[in-house]
Nanobody, 118 residues
Framework: VQLQASGGGLVQAGDSLRLSCAAS????????MGWWRQVPEKEREFVGS????????YYADAVKGRFTISRDFANDMVYLQMNSLKPEDTAVYSC????????????WGQGTQVTVSS
């Protein structure tokens, strides 16, 4: 499975941004997709996830109510819609995939930088 994230950029606080993650290869082996973010010198932070069948979206408390994850079945894409962005949302965002609910995320795409200015 190969993943490619895109859509990052520089925005102002309160703005919206949508990240995309394109999946290719053996996508039939994907159980769920997740979004993660990381800032320098800090651990990677879980943002949210969605089952590959589009069900069971789940969000970290820090983004709940502002971020939405959705699934594009026609194009094997997953989106992260980010609204009401805050400066503390600034990070490199990556998408990842896991094969079962009990296994870690083993497929990772390259990150895309999101910078939110105040």
């Amino acid at each position: 499975v190969q993943l490619q994230a895109s859509g990052g950029g520089l925005v102002q606080a309160g703005d919206s941004l949508r990240l995309s993650c394109a999946a290719s290869g053996r996508t039939q082996s994907i159980y769920a997709m997740g979004w993660w973010r990381q800032v320098p010198e800090k651990e990677r932070e879980f943002v949210g996830s969605i089952a590959w069948n589009g069900r069971n979206p789940y969000y970290a408390d820090a983004v709940k109510g502002r971020f939405t994850i959705s699934r594009d079945f026609a194009n094997d894409m997953v989106y992260l819609q980010m609204n009401s962005l805050k400066p503390e949302d600034t990070a490199v965002y990556s998408c990842a995939a896991r094969r079962t609910s009990q296994t870690p995320y083993i497929y990772w795409g390259q990150g895309t930088q999101v910078t939110v200015s105040s």
